[in-house]
Each structure stands twice: as C-alpha cells, then as structure tokens.
C-alpha cells in the first residue's frame, strides 16, 4: 500500500467522526506539496493524524472528547482544549499559518468568529478549509469566502470546502468597508426596491 494511504487508514480508526478517506486524501496531496512549518485546526480527530504528518507544528482548538488527544498525539502538535469561542480570541499565533481547518462549533456566529481569529494569520499561498458545509450555518461563511478577493475555490470534495489565499491584501479587521467586498456588491432587492423606484420617478 502506498504511505499515504496507510496514513489515511491510520487516522480514520482514530475517531469515530472521521472525515472521508477521499477528503482526508485531498488534505494529505495538498499538505505534501507546502512542506508546511505552521497549521491549525478547530476540532481533533483523523484530520489531526494527517496535519502531524505534513507539518512542523500544528495547534489545535478542540475539547478532548472520548480522550482523542490521546489518539492523536504527535510531535509537533500542540493541543488548545476548551471552547475555540473562548480560547481562539486569547491564542496568539507566532507566524503564519500554511494550512487551517474549520470543523468546530458550528452553531451561529461560532463558525463566523473562528474565521476572524484565523483569516489574517494564513500566508498568501495557504489553504483555508471549511468543513460540514452542508449545515446553513457553515455554508453561508462557505459562500461569503469563495465570493470574497482574499480567496480562490480549489475544490470540494464531499463536504469540505478547500479555498487557497490569493494575493489580494489581507482585509483589515479593525476597521468597516463592507462595500469593498464582493459579496456585498449588491444590496439585496426586496428592501431596497421602493428606494430605487422613488430615484427613478424623481429622475
């Protein structure tokens, strides 16, 4: 067998909310080709075995439920445990990030607020992954992101949505300017219809 695959074996008995072995194997061919020094992730389990792999130092922000710390631990890895709402805003991160992993919480905005502790911390090059985005809450962060200039849609595979960080600058995140991102381009219709109908008549 090949040693990927034998990793991608290993790290699906490890959990029993494994992601798919197609999914963990696109992680394993992306990961292989950064030579990655820094990666995180929100939740632990199979995804954990492939990023100790590939990567130098990987911090995950999870609960040790069902002692999968245990399972899973690696050198290199360094284990956040508690709630990400509470622990990602206190974590500082000491370079770049190469890869992350979103497959925390995902209740509303909790998906949202792991995406503005991450978002400026991860390389021109590096990969963004947001996982279960068949759950609304997930996916509307899935269509705000692959609309959004900082990132370019790779692929999906089952559920997971892989997005690579594209040259645009990093937008700020203490500030506004919501007009200058692509997803509000437009205002939506239904609220604003009267007012552009009121422009016309007076034009």
Request: charged content about 25%.
């Amino acid at each position: 067998m090949h040693p990927r695959g034998e990793l991608i074996e290993r790290a699906c008995r490890v959990s029993p909310w494994a992601l798919p072995p197609r999914t963990l194997e696109r992680l394993a061919i992306l990961l292989e080709g950064m030579r990655s020094t820094a990666t995180a992730e929100t939740g632990c389990g199979a995804s954990t075995v492939v990023f100790a792999e590939y990567s130098a130092s990987h911090t995950v922000f999870a609960f040790n439920e069902f002692d999968v710390f245990d399972k899973v631990r690696a050198v290199g890895v360094e284990f956040v445990e508690g709630p990400t709402q509470r622990t990602l805003p206190q974590h500082r991160f000491q370079t770049p990030l190469d890869a992350v992993l979103l497959d925390g919480p995902h209740a509303y905005p909790f998906p949202e607020l792991e995406y503005f502790h991450f978002y400026p911390h991860i390389r021109e090059g590096g990969l963004l992954m947001l996982d279960d985005i068949q759950i609304p809450t997930v996916h509307r962060l899935f269509d705000f992101v692959r609309q959004d200039a900082m990132w370019e849609l790779e692929t999906v595979v089952h559920r997971t949505a892989f997005l690579r960080r594209s040259g645009a600058a990093v937008f700020p995140n203490d500030a506004d300017g919501w007009e200058r991102q692509r997803f509000n381009r437009s205002e939506l219709w239904r609220y604003t219809w009267r007012d552009r109908l009121r422009r016309l008549v007076k034009g």
